[in-house]
């Protein structure tokens, strides 16, 4: 009976109501937020931590965490463009080589947390200073260019609109992760890991498989995420998205995804990742300080816990 | 309907409340923002530094207060908190959205910024950018202001070090990224320096990288004095390595006439902020440092970006722009040279004897 | 089990002798005095923090907002000493420790008793405390020259009982101040009820309610502990660094800390693992992190080793502790 009450009126309403009220807010105290050009342009700056955020849900709905994701977009930012660069690897190409790249080294990450039965924390927290640390090594503190005709991707624009090709591609993907994970065998199998994976091994699912498997999508992900914000900005670097990982997951639980595993909707990790946009760039036009910023986000995120938590348990009383 | 078909209900309705905004209006692009374009008479300029709370850019901001005063500008400051080189993206947007005359920036990374300052200057925005130039990638700003000739700044630097250890002897140089064009620039300029017979009994034995963060730099500078037991000389040329360099011959006691000391001891310059080392130029752990006024920076940063908002001005090769006299420093025409780049004047030498005169407020 | 505690420390040990044996052949002056102060004073911020997560990783906790603690307990600690040098070092200290107590209640309340997952709770506290430290310091740093002198000489004199005693003359404060912090805690987690209940709680939460430990409270008191540790080590960043910055103050430093303490044979699955593990453990990063240096090793490998270190020290770790539990197993 609990369980049922939480999921109907689950944490997603906090960040769906979260996310009017900062709209509101936002267009309220300052007129020049509420414009779509600028919107869908400011939009722009978080399409790669959607991508990221997608996988991540499975991740965190399976019980896991990975830590390493940005690691890993700038490891294979830097390999591809050495690749094209260095090797004479023809540009096209790397649309095919990033997510591939992007998916071994997450797979490498699964096999560590299935073989070795290491806590995924820790294994992407090492794996995190590892991957980046070689991106380092090819790169050096220098940049490498992206091919020109790859640069520029979030400059296109479906025709008569502001949706740019990276709004579009969330979008499908979006689409597609959410009837994975609520419509299919696998997005059953990953939600049962989470809420009990003992019982889910006794009931005959291949949890091992499944945890290589969903490390992979982590990395093809941060592939797939490379690829756009190489495009956004022109270069590569072993420094790049530094530090994103942990809006990553702030979107994902703020979106209502339980951390121990178990629950959790893309539909959710969207919306509080579009509460995060909103909030940043409401108080971006508003002039408000990077530090305020951070800590009005952190506050955020606290806040929607609490109060999932507590109207949770008074239902459940 | 189970709860995913209502969550899949919402989602649609929710894109579909979303989709209209994303239409194009009919007219013309962008006319639907309320506050495109700026006011005319009141011009705004915003200075982003690499990140907020750095002494050294909070010294800059105080030009830019001086010439707010004169020239009746409105002026902000806004920033990333940490330096990340891609951080300072979304301030630039968020600043084109506001609708500024002119961004001042000190740019954390040569190249990753191009595109976004491109649409800045797209809208009309003047971009300017202090403390360091997008070397390579001069086109996305209108004009860079620099403290002094970088190109010089390698034979001072050795010319200093010189003078201090007898032109005899080991020294290293701590520096910050290995990818800061500055500092390449004045670490090329050292090892070309080095080469003139007068320096030939001195030795450059080691550059290191301390990332202009404090562990690192301190952690740096110290590895230093154990790989060189006999070293003379350090030069920082970056106000973080100078200070991690100046506690690390503090801590492990080799700061001439410290208790380990060795002959001469351990001589630290470089580049250095006056109220940050006021303490160990005092004690005479350090016995120079140099820098500019970064306020000077701000000052004609703000003037150029003014007198190009009235069209007064137009940053090209040889062109010249009039600054009136700061207290400290004079100023007057200041020419525009190769790749529109202004250079102020001289470093300033700060010193045991000077050093309160500059670090009060 | 006992024997398993100790097959770790053994193993760290092993890895620092055979670290420094290797540095020392490539770099004979890695043994030299200079060297060595160099890395004792490198480890007793990271020592001090670690041993505060020590308790929360073994409740099955994680802190991620303990830099950002070390940032805002240093930060007031300096402005207090730039403003009313009154209070003295020893004033400001403690006002600073018991803000990190403070910070660590905050957390661990929210994660005791309104039943937020640690990792939220911490990573909502990482950015509010870090806004905050920007929000107490207007942004600005605090400068070497205006806090006080005897700040500073506690990473450059020792006690001066020890004044005549060679060599360790010249180990600094900082160093016996962790030394201490590090005792306190292996005496706590060994010998008291509370440290009994951490174990306890870790090893099998149900259990532990069952068998009438107050769980919350020893949740709670956990993150206490933890912020104290974050709020200590503010307090010495302030004075090895003498500059604190509110962007530069710990920022980042959560992933040393928790890698500290998992190399250190802290388990995350809870309830093993003690003080002299990440005593040894944090020796080991000094170690690695000075040896990077003084060998020159590239700037742009340095992370990448380090990141490999960290992995290897984990595999080989549950390996161990597999073989280690397979053997229990036939032994029964």
């Known amino acids: ?120 924390l820790v294994v992407t927290l090492a794996t995190m200073a590892l991957f980046r640390g070689v991106a380092q090594i090819l790169l050096g503190d220098h940049s490498l260019p992206m091919p020109k ?96 990982e942990l809006d990553v997951i702030t979107a994902v639980v703020l979106g209502g995804a339980s951390i121990f595993g178990g629950r959790g909707t893309i539909f959710g990790t969207i919306t509080a990742l579009g509460l995060v946009g909103v909030v940043q760039t409401g108080m971006g036009v508003a002039g408000v300080k990077a530090e305020v910023q951070v800590a009005v986000i952190g506050l955020l995120l606290i806040v929607s816990v609490l109060f999932s938590n507590i109207t949770a348990r008074k239902r459940g009383r | 309907m189970t709860r995913k078909s209502i969550f899949a209900l919402a989602a649609l309705a929710a894109f579909g409340a979303i989709a209209p905004l ?27 530094p690499k990140n907020m709370g750095n002494p050294y850019f909070e010294a800059m901001e105080k030009g830019f207060q001086q010439a707010s005063k004169e020239l009746g500008f409105e002026f902000s400051t806004t920033g990333p908190a940490v330096a990340e080189p891609t951080a300072q993206i979304s301030y630039i947007k968020d600043e084109i959205q506001r609708g500024a005359t002119a961004i001042v920036i000190a740019a954390n990374s040569v190249d990753a910024l191009n595109g976004t300052l491109d649409e800045a200057k797209a809208k ?91 562990q690192k730099s301190l952690t740096e500078a110290e590895a230093l004095l154990t790989k060189h037991p006999d070293l003379k000389g350090i030069i920082a040329p970056t106000t973080v390595g100078v200070y991690g360099c100046a506690k690390a011959v503090e801590q492990a006691g080799v700061y001439p006439g410290g208790k380990n000391a060795k002959g001469a001891g351990v001589s630290v310059i470089g580049l250095g902020v006056a109220k940050q080392m006021q303490r160990h130029l005092k004690d005479g752990i350090v016995p120079k440092v140099f820098l500019w006024d970064p306020a000077e920076q701000g000052y004609i940063a703000s003037y150029a970006a003014v007198r190009m908002a009235e069209g007064k001005f137009t940053p090209a090769d040889g062109a010249t722009i009039n600054i009136p006299d700061l207290p400290l420093t004079k100023m007057g025409d200041k020419k525009v040279g190769k790749n529109n780049v202004l250079i102020i004047g001289e470093p300033v030498e700060y010193n045991k004897e000077n050093v309160d005169k500059y670090a009060g407020e | 089990m006992k024997k398993l505690l100790e097959r770790r420390e053994l193993s760290l040990l092993v890895a620092i002798v055979l670290i420094v044996s290797v540095a020392i052949i490539l770099q004979p ?74 910070l660590g209640a905050i957390n661990g ?105 107050p769980v919350n409270f020893v949740t709670f008191m956990a993150y206490v502990l933890c912020g104290i540790g974050g709020g200590f080590a503010g307090v010495l960043y302030a004075s090895r660094y003498g500059t604190v910055n509110p962007a530069g103050i710990g920022n980042g430093f959560e992933l040393q800390v928790i890698a500290a303490v998992v190399i250190g044979g802290v388990s995350v699955f809870g309830g093993t693992g003690g003080a002299p593990g990440v005593a040894l453990s944090c020796l080991l990063l000094g170690v690695v992190n000075v040896a990077l240096s003084v060998l020159a090793i590239a700037d742009t490998w340095q992370m990448a080793i380090y990141g490999l270190v960290l992995l290897v020290a984990i595999i080989a770790d549950e390996r161990f502790a597999r073989s280690a539990r397979k053997r229990a197993g036939e032994a029964v």
């Open chain 1, 1 to 120: 009976m609990i369980t049922r009450i939480r999921s109907r009126f689950g944490p997603e309403i906090v960040a769906i109501v979260l996310l009017i009220l900062a709209f509101g807010f936002s267009a309220f105290r300052e007129p020049r937020f509420l414009d779509a050009e600028y919107l869908f342009d400011r939009s722009t700056l978080y399409m790669e931590a959607g991508i990221l955020a997608l996988s991540m849900t499975f991740v965190i709905i399976a019980g896991h965490i990975d830590l390493s994701v940005t690691s890993i977009l700038a490891l294979v930012g830097a390999m591809c463009t050495t690749l094209v660069s260095k090797y004479g690897m023809p540009p096209a190409a790397m649309i095919l080589v990033a997510p591939v790249v992007g998916g071994a080294l997450g797979a490498l990450n699964g096999l560590l947390v299935s073989k070795e039965k290491l806590p995924s």
């Open chain 1, 149 to 244: 005709e790859l640069v520029g991707i979030h400059k296109m624009q479906l025709p008569g609109t502001y949706f740019h090709v990276p709004l579009v591609l969330l979008t499908v993907l979006a689409v597609i992760a959410a009837f994975v994970l609520h419509r299919t065998v696998w997005g059953r199998w990953v939600t049962a890991l989470g809420t009990n994976a003992e019982a889910a091994r006794h009931a005959g699912i291949p949890t091992g498989k499944i945890l290589v498997q969903l490390f992979t999508l982590s990395g093809i992900a941060a592939g797939i995420g490379s690829l756009l914000m190489l495009s956004r900005l022109g270069v590569a670097r072993f420094d790049h998205a530094r530090g994103l």
């Open chain 2, 22 to 48: 994303g239409c194009k209006p009919a007219g013309k692009d962008g006319a639907s923002g309320s506050g495109d374009a700026p006011k005319s008479g009141s011009s705004r300029i915003v200075f982003i």
């Open chain 2, 124 to 214: 009309g925005i003047k971009i300017i950018t202090v403390d360091s130039d997008l070397t390579g990638n001069e086109s996305h700003r209108d004009l860079g202001v620099l403290a002094c000739d970088f190109d010089t700044m390698g034979d001072f630097l050795i010319e200093q070090m010189g003078a201090i250890m007898n032109y005899e002897g080991k020294f290293a140089i701590l520096s910050a990224t290995t990818d800061a064009p500055n500092q390449n620039k004045w670490i090329k300029g050292m090892q070309a320096a080095i080469k003139n017979p007068k320096y030939a009994k001195m030795q450059l034995v080691d550059v290191v990288y301390g990332d202009d963060k404090d």
């Open chain 3, 29 to 102: 002056r890695f043994a030299s005095e200079q060297n060595i102060r160099s890395i004792l004073l490198w480890v007793p911020l990271l020592a001090v923090a670690a041993m505060g997560q020590t308790a929360v990783i073994i409740t099955r906790g994680i802190d991620v907002s303990v830099g950002s603690i070390l940032g805002l307990a240093g930060m007031t600690t300096a402005i207090l000493l730039r403003d009313y040098p009154q209070l003295g070092v020893g004033g400001a200290a403690i006002i600073g420790i018991g803000l990190g107590a403070l």
């Open chain 3, 109 to 213: 309340g929210m994660i005791a008793f309104a039943k937020v997952p640690p990792i939220v709770a911490t990573l909502g506290t990482l950015g509010i405390y870090r806004g905050l430290t920007f929000i107490v310091s207007g942004g600005r740093q605090v400068d070497d020259y205006q806090l006080p002198k005897d700040l500073m000489n506690w990473s450059l004199e020792g006690p001066a009982l020890l004044a005549k005693v060679p060599f360790v003359n010249s180990i600094p404060w900082v160093v016996w101040i962790a030394l201490l912090v590090m005792m306190l805690s292996h005496l706590g987690m060994t010998y008291t009820r509370y440290g009994r209940d951490v174990y306890a709680l870790g090893g099998n939460p149900d259990a532990a309610a069952l068998r009438g430990i």
